[in-house]
């Protein structure tokens, strides 16, 4: 019998506002999105931030059936987390089925999360108003400490220290558990408490790292947000299995994360940063937790063929350095076949050689591993980096 196998995918990573500029592409500039599809096939969107647009031109596109009903649960209610919604395609068919899920607001009262779409599509911010959506749509209220069923899976809620409130969920499914607590800010013992109870043994914990200790300390204190330092330190103690670091400054440049990853990994085996695109596999038997990029996130290559040295660090942590040769090839990347398997988002240089006028010439690059696929040749991984230097 097959393991159950459930799928998490990242449409937008960004925090506090959506970012367009160059210098933060890698990792992707929109709101706060994922999409988690259960073992049992149960969909699930975390919040609705402009992530949510990018998914919705893409719903069913693969030629994955649409469940009945897809479940959304909102965190909070701040701008960054609801902004996708009236960009969100798949609400305008009368054909789907919608199931939001978050909290009362003491602002707002009884039934919040409608009161909060409706009001963001009111006159005169927005052209058409919420009745434009013709699906069909129900909205629940949640309270922090609940649990309830939803299929097969599990869903949990805590509080967590944010301004005006914030909701962290624990989805237990067959084929493991996945923790979504963005937008925390440690130092209330209680809700400290409560993430814990969330992260405990979790396959994937994706938690709020917006800001370095550093600004954590000082100029950002108490503006709701948290640091990878302190992720790293909740994992540990709950005996996490998988650290995503989630909701990037929108000061923080590709490189800045890249920095943060950096500092993370020295801590922590297993983290990620989380990348526009990215797909996390949960459940294949006796295997680490597996990421990849799609191709979408990747430029039009060519092919060509040019002799190369690769150095990097594999998935165990060991460094290596291999002979091969470039096949294909773009401005911003390569796709590169090795007997190694670096580990995903680790930096690699790429040393190529080409002839010229005067003799072979050299080209040295640099780049982070954004997508690892079985290789063509029997024993090879296909590895796609995208160039930094």
């Known amino acids: 019998m097959s393991s159950p196998i459930a799928k998490l995918s990242f449409w937008g990573v960004r925090g506090s506002t959506p970012t ?3 210098a933060t592409w890698r990792y992707g500039g929109n709101t706060p999105c994922l999409e988690f599809v259960a ?11 402009t992530g949510l647009r ?40 009368q054909k789907n089925q919608f199931q939001f899920y978050s909290f009362r607001s003491i602002f707002l009262g009884p039934d919040s999360l409608r009161q909060v779409f409706e009001a963001q599509m009111a006159l005169p911010y927005f052209p058409v108003d919420f009745s434009a959506m ?5 909205f629940r209220e949640v309270d922090g400490g609940e649990s309830f069923q939803i299929g097969e899976n599990k869903v949990t809620t805590r509080w967590l220290n944010h301004p005006q409130g914030c909701l962290g969920f624990r989805i237990e499914t067959p084929a493991g558990t996945v923790v979504y607590a963005t937008d925390n800010e440690p130092g209330v013992p209680t809700l400290d408490m409560n993430l814990r109870e969330l992260a405990a043994g979790a396959d994937i914990f994706i938690n709020d790292a917006q800001y370095s200790p550093a600004q954590l300390a000082h100029d950002r204190k108490g503006w709701g947000h948290s640091a990878w330092s302190e992720g790293v330190r909740v994992a540990r103690e709950t005996g996490v ?25 020295e801590e922590f085996d297993s983290v990620f940063a989380a990348s526009e695109g990215m797909v996390i596999t949960l459940g294949a038997a006796n295997e680490p937790v597996q990421a990849h990029m799609p191709g979408s996130r990747t430029a039009l290559r060519r092919e060509a063929q040019f002799q190369a040295c690769v150095t990097g660090v594999t998935a165990e942590g060991q460094k290596f350095e291999e002979d091969t040769l470039v096949k294909d090839l773009s401005i911003q990347g390569a796709m590169i076949s090795l007997k190694h398997s670096p580990r995903m988002q680790s930096e690699v240089q790429v040393v190529m050689r080409a002839p010229g006028a005067s003799g072979a010439q050299e080209m040295i690059l640099r780049g982070y591993v954004v997508r690892i696929e079985e290789g063509a040749e029997k024993g090879t991984t296909a590895v796609g980096v995208v160039f930094t230097d």
């Open 241 to 265: 299995k998988t650290l995503v670091l989630f909701h990037h400054d929108p000061d923080s440049t590709d490189r800045i994360v890249d920095q943060l990853l950096r500092q993370a990994r």
């Open 134 to 138: 013709t699906a069909q749509r129900r």
């Open 54 to 93: 990018v998914l919705g031109n893409r719903w069913g596109a693969d030629g994955t059936a649409i469940p009945s009903t897809t479940h959304i649960l909102v965190t909070h209610y701040h701008w960054d987390h609801i902004q996708g919604l009236p960009f969100f395609a798949p609400l305008y068919d």
């Open 39 to 49: 073992s049992d096939g149960t969909k699930f969107i975390l919040d609705c931030g």
């Open 20 to 22: 367009v500029d160059p």
